[in-house]
């Protein structure tokens, strides 16, 4: 594209006043410690996926078609690139034994953390690709070697990992000593605290004495943390595949990862019959890094000469996940080890103590 959006006041002004008033009114309807239930999982989900389209339809009035297409098909693929790192949260939870509205207070701050790195990694990569135009294969390699990554876990056999084990958790242990048991919605306890429950239960042992002992919330947070960040060194540069312009990839990205606590419940519930969806996100994640190779081929080789229009990659995208889709509807695999499958997500749940 000749034009480019630049940082136009009026959009960032529109885009951070919604975002913005979105969170503050999620997290005051979800104030109280309940359990998230599907049907409001559902609404929360629809609410900013509205959000999203009401963006693209500004974008498109105020701006140009094309731009507005640019944020939709970003937006798109980080949703899907999403949906593969939603299942790793529900390993990580169980892991942890965390359950219910303990999950939405997680996924708030792990949401938030994700908001600040993804702005980090937006910069340098955009950044990157004004150093050289080579940068574009390398970012084409990476998006290919992550599609290749989940092809190669789709039909795997092997067993949740137990991240309550991950180098996370033994880097956190190593800094703040563990007090094994929840505390509420507490992440840390007081040294008061836990002096008081180890004398009445001697069944309870801390490693050494400290002012402040994290809980199993902290080092699930830490997991989910570490976890987003590995997951954005995949997803970041794909969405950038789509459009260097840094307003419309971050606004995509924000749109597409605020709406992940509602729509981890959702997914959660929903899995097991969402069996092809990998395999739809990993042949949309080839196209990506054919769609980047082109660009770099044309901008360094003059060749072949035709690139892939903001449009059609949008129809694309959209028709790829469409398939994966309704192919998980006709063709669901078989149950042959339901029951196999329940036990690996059952955890020992630690013994939670009222606030």
Request: glycine residues 6%; hydrophobic residues 55%; proline residues 3%.
């Amino acid at each position: 594209m000749e034009q480019h959006l630049g940082f136009p006041l009026e959009t960032i002004a529109i885009f951070v006043g919604v975002v913005a008033f979105s969170v503050w009114l999620d997290l005051r309807l979800h104030k109280d410690s309940e359990d998230i239930s599907i049907p409001n999982a559902v609404a929360w989900s629809l609410f900013w996926i509205f959000l999203s389209i009401a963006f693209y339809f500004y974008l498109k009035i105020h701006h140009s078609a094309e731009f507005a297409d640019l944020f939709l098909a970003g937006y798109i693929l980080e949703k899907s690139l999403s949906v593969d790192n939603l299942m790793v949260f529900v390993a990580i939870f169980a892991s942890f034994g965390i359950k219910g509205a303990l999950q939405h207070r997680i996924l708030y701050f792990g949401i938030l953390g994700a908001v600040i790195f993804r702005m980090l990694f937006i910069a340098f990569g955009t950044g990157l690709f004004g150093i050289s135009t080579w940068i574009e294969f390398v970012f084409a390699a990476i998006v290919a070697w992550t599609g290749w990554k989940m092809l190669a876990g789709v039909g795997g056999d092997d067993e949740i990992e137990d991240y309550s084990d991950h180098w996370s958790v033994r880097l956190t242990q190593k800094l703040v000593p563990i007090f094994p048991r929840l505390h509420g919605h507490h992440f840390v306890v007081s040294h008061g605290h836990v002096k008081t429950v180890v004398e009445q239960d001697s069944s309870i042992s801390v490693a050494r004495e400290a002012m402040v002992y994290a809980t199993p919330m902290l080092l699930c947070l830490v997991c989910i943390e570490v976890s987003d960040i590995i997951f954005a060194f995949d997803s970041v540069p794909a969405v950038i595949a789509v459009t260097r312009e840094p307003l419309l990839v971050y606004s995509a990205v924000i749109f597409a990862i605020l709406g992940l606590r509602s729509l981890y419940f959702v997914l959660a519930a929903a899995q097991k019959y969402l069996v092809h969806l990998d395999k739809a996100v990993a042949a949309l994640l080839f196209f990506i890094a054919f769609k980047l190779a082109l660009q770099a081929s044309n901008h360094i080789f003059h060749w072949p000469g035709w690139e892939i229009s903001a449009n059609l990659s949008l129809m694309i995208i959209l028709g790829t996940l469409a398939v994966g889709v309704i192919a998980s509807l006709l063709l669901p695999e078989k149950e042959d080890a339901e029951e196999g499958e329940g036990a690996k997500l059952e955890k020992a749940e630690p013994r939670r103590e009222e606030p």
